[in-house]
């Protein structure tokens, strides 16, 4: 492929644990967040592997519809993964990564919503964009990859 959409979301907030961690941990550790951002490089990697090009879209902002906005629903754990972890990880490799940034329209000024757009229930369960959101959610992005490729070839002619 020429382009690959990867996305580090909620369920890689959850707390989680390492033999020499010594207890769990989450973002914001400095353990945690050390190995997060070797998985995130190693996925990149992978998916770089062949010549394609990562667009790495934003984590978005969710809730559970019972308890809120706690444990991987915080709204500081997703903030940090984004700010600490996604973004400078696509910095670093600007040959091989693009940010998108889906969390501006589906969370606009940084905040959940559950109606949008004049859509109800944008997301059904806090955390799933319900089907007539999901064909909006699919839609938006895809003007901005069509031109990852494009820019690529632009770039190694540059180079020549």
């Not at 308890?67 to 984004?82: I, K, Y």
Request: aromatic share 10%; net charge positive.
């Amino acid at each position: 492929p020429d382009v690959v959409l990867a996305y580090a979301g909620t369920w890689d907030l959850r707390e989680r644990e390492a033999p020499d961690w010594g207890g769990p941990r989450t973002i914001g550790d400095p353990a945690f967040d050390a190995w997060l951002r070797e998985e995130l490089a190693s996925a990149l990697d992978v998916l770089t592997r062949r010549g394609a090009r990562v667009a790495w879209v934003s984590p978005l902002c969710a809730r559970n519809l019972r308890t809120g906005f706690t444990g991987v629903f915080d709204p500081e754990r997703t903030r940090r993964l984004d700010r600490d972890i996604v973004r400078p990880l696509v910095a670093a490799n600007p040959d091989r990564a693009t940010y998108v940034d889906l969390a501006s329209v589906v969370c606009p000024n940084g905040e959940y919503a559950r109606h949008l757009y004049g859509m109800r229930d944008f997301r059904i369960d806090g955390v799933h964009f319900s089907e007539e959101c999901a064909r909006f959610v699919g839609r938006w992005p895809v003007p901005r990859l069509v031109e990852i490729p494009r820019d690529r070839r632009a770039e190694g002619a540059a180079r020549r």
